[in-house]
């Protein structure tokens, strides 16, 4: 299937220092594009790739599970890092997760970790239903573009399959034990209204990582998709002021698009 106008992936050619950025479930690349083209306007090598079974029909998405989008991301933290001297790891929502996941798993390869509305659990009765469920019934109702601001609506599914729902319920439990493998700088931005990923979800991950440079900003005038919403330029600021704290050659070196 074609993929939606605005879903593509994104990547840029530019300095030695990298960014992966991980979309959420039921998303596309549309979500981070902002944040990847700011990243990249300043010198960054960006790398924001679709994860498979996004960006089409969610009838891609009930074919795949979480280990088909992990090593997605996996694959592109690998070409970063032979490209670049320094990687670093960033989504939003499941997008987090993902992020948080490789920074466990590759150690030294991920340099720090930027996550906004990190998912660590698939929450309500319904979670607990979806073993069965998926079983019995195709979909659920999409999640909603949960954004404080107008605008372009935002690119996702209308329907969740739950096959591939319950593999993201599966994910979330094997990350919250890997959790405290995690050891790099962390900056984590959560919304102080959030309609898809309650506050415990970023009060956990703060709690069972092993960072010890961690730095939690709240955002007070967004919702879930805080990359597209009023705290869009705070979370972007943000972000580079913490890789460029770490990283300190970026916005340093010149660029080259191939957009």
């Known amino acids: 299937m074609p993929v939606l106008p605005g879903a593509e992936p994104y990547r840029h050619e530019g300095g030695e220092v990298g960014v992966l950025l991980c979309h959420g479930f039921t998303g596309s690349p549309q979500s981070l594009r902002p944040w990847a083209e700011q990243h990249a306007a300043h ?6 790739p679709l994860l498979p079974g996004h960006g089409t029909r969610w009838e891609d998405l009930q074919v795949t599970g979480w280990e088909d989008w992990y090593a997605e991301v996996d694959r592109e933290l690998r070409v970063l890092a032979e490209r670049c001297s320094r990687v670093f790891v960033a989504g939003l929502s499941m997008g987090g997760a993902l992020a948080l996941r490789l920074a466990a798993r590759n150690g030294e390869r991920v340099a720090g970790v930027v996550v906004v509305n990190p998912a660590n659990r698939v929450h309500g009765l319904s979670a607990y239903a979806l073993p069965a469920a998926r079983h019995l019934v195709r979909t659920t109702k999409g999640i909603a573009s949960d954004i404080a601001k107008g605008g372009p609506a935002l690119l996702g ?10 593999s993201l319920r599966l994910f979330l439990r094997r990350l919250d034990g890997e959790l405290p493998q ?27 990582v092993s960072s010890v440079d961690v730095t939690e900003i709240v955002l007070e005038q967004s919702y879930h998709v805080a990359t597209l919403d009023h705290d869009a330029d ?20 010149g660029t080259a698009a191939v957009g």
């Open 182 to 208: 995690v050891t790099q700088p962390l900056l984590l931005l959560r919304s102080a209204q959030d309609h898809v990923v309650p506050a415990a979800d970023s009060a956990r991950v703060l709690s069972r």
């Open 234 to 253: 705070r979370i972007f600021e943000e972000s580079l002021a913490f890789i460029g704290r770490l990283a300190p050659s970026v916005g340093k070196e």
């Open 43 to 48: 010198g960054l090598t960006v790398s924001l």
């Open 157 to 166: 599914y209308d329907r969740v399959p739950l096959h591939p729902a319950h």
